[in-house]
Every structure is written in structure tokens, then in C-alpha cells.
């Protein structure tokens, strides 16, 4: 089946300093990605679709300046946060959508402190 | 807006017992996906329903949707202590940038001895 890997799984960094989390498909081409984030005891948020070889789409209320999103390649794109502060602490989890499915990464922690 | 809703929110049930949590959306969609996820873990994809009338089952676990009332159900039947997880649903809509999936609310379910 279709597998989408992330990494890292887990990352403490400090404040004011930027994370780059990577999101790849590992048998299948992705035009497309999904960044979402979740907060403890809440559902997942969409924040961005990542589209390759162009510029990301971003959900209201999502800073694209602080999320940036790249997807150079058919299997891989990046979510980097940058000038990180404890508020942007959670969890991010990338997906990819091959035929009718979505396929989830494993998630990254993210603390900030 | 497309909107989610899973009810209850929190669920602590009794081995053997059976049960269903309900998914409610607002507008019109005919893919609708349910989701386990364990603490800490990202999601494993449980159900895909394409169409309205849609029934599929696996263990203990059986999903249904009727596209017409907007409605989806997760019936878990003699439950054990293994169920318990976070359970969401999340339905897609055709967007330009792409197909989204929206979450729902998410069911906590503790299975007790």
C-alpha cells in the first residue's frame, strides 16, 4: 500500500529558532500534500495544501510567512516553521492522497521551548 | 463551510457492550473516511465509503453511509479493551487546489473491563 514517511518524529527546539519537518511518498508520485497540525485532545486542522512546483495554498487564518511550505519534487515536501515560539508546540502531520485514499505520515512532535 | 460533527465526544463503554458513534456533516460529499488513532500515534485508516448506501466491516468494527441524510455510523459490537483509541471521520470535498478532508470532532472511546 501507499506509505507516506515524516521526519522527524519528534523535535524540542527554542524559541526563535526555525524547524523544517520533511514529508515523502515512498512508492507513489505526489502532486499533491497536506499539512495539518493538532493540538492535544483536539482533532486535526488542515493548514495547508503543498502542490508541486507551485506555490501552496493556505488555509484562513494560517501564516504563510511563518509556515513555509515547499514541495520541489513528486515525493517530497517540507513544512518549516520559522521563529518558532511555545504557541506553534503540536503535532504535525502530513498526508498525500493516492486514488481515493489519504495516506497519513507517522506525525511530528514539535516543543518548543 | 463544510462542517463535521461526531457525537458523543467521549465514550466509556463495557467489554461485550455494542455501540455506535454518529457523523454528521453539513453539505454535500460522497467520500467519507474513518480514522483510529492512539495516543501519540498519527492515524491508521480504518474505512473508506464512496457512495451513498455504502457498508463495510471489518472485526468488530462496521461503517455505514447515507449520503442523503449526510450521515455516517461507526457500530463497534462487543467491544474490548483493544478499541479503545480516538476514533474521527473526515469527509472530502473537490476543492481547485485539490480534494480537502475535513475532520470531525473526534470520539474518545475507553473500553473497560
Known amino acids: 500500500g501507499a506509505v507516506v514517511s515524516q521526519h522527524p518524529s519528534r523535535v524540542i527546539c527554542k524559541s526563535g529558532t526555525s524547524v523544517k519537518i520533511e514529508c515523502r511518498s515512498l512508492?507513489?508520485?505526489?502532486?499533491?500534500m497536506f499539512w495539518y497540525r493538532q493540538f492535544p485532545k483536539q482533532s486535526l486542522m488542515l493548514m495547508a495544501t503543498?502542490?508541486?512546483?507551485?506555490?501552496?495554498?493556505?488555509e484562513q487564518g494560517v501564516e504563510k510567512d511563518k509556515f513555509l511550505i515547499n514541495h520541489a519534487s513528486l515525493t517530497l515536501s517540507t513544512l518549516t516553521v520559522t521563529s518558532a515560539h511555545p504557541e506553534d508546540s503540536s503535532f504535525y502531520i502530513c498526508s498525500a492522497s493516492p486514488l481515493y485514499t489519504f495516506t497519513f505520515g507517522s506525525g511530528t512532535r514539535l516543543t518548543v521551548v | 463551510e463544510l462542517k463535521v460533527e461526531q457525537n458523543p465526544l467521549f465514550l466509556s463503554m463495557q467489554e461485550g457492550k455494542n455501540y455506535t458513534i454518529y457523523c454528521n456533516y453539513s453539505?454535500?460529499?460522497?467520500?467519507l473516511y474513518w480514522y483510529r488513532q492512539d495516543p501519540g500515534k498519527s492515524l491508521e485508516s480504518l474505512f473508506v465509503l464512496l457512495s451513498n448506501g455504502a457498508v463495510k466491516q471489518e472485526g468488530r468494527l462496521m461503517a455505514s453511509l447515507d449520503t442523503k441524510a449526510r450521515l455516517s455510523t461507526l457500530h463497534i459490537t462487543a467491544a474490548v479493551h483493544d478499541l479503545s483509541a480516538t476514533y474521527f471521520c473526515a469527509v472530502a470535498e473537490k476543492k481547485s487546489s485539490g480534494d480537502k478532508l475535513t475532520f470531525g470532532t473526534g470520539t474518545r472511546l475507553a473500553v473497560r473491563p
Open positions: 453539505t454535500t460529499s460522497d467520500r
Open positions: 512508492d507513489f508520485q505526489a502532486t499533491t
Open positions: 503543498s502542490n508541486e512546483g507551485s506555490k501552496a495554498t493556505y
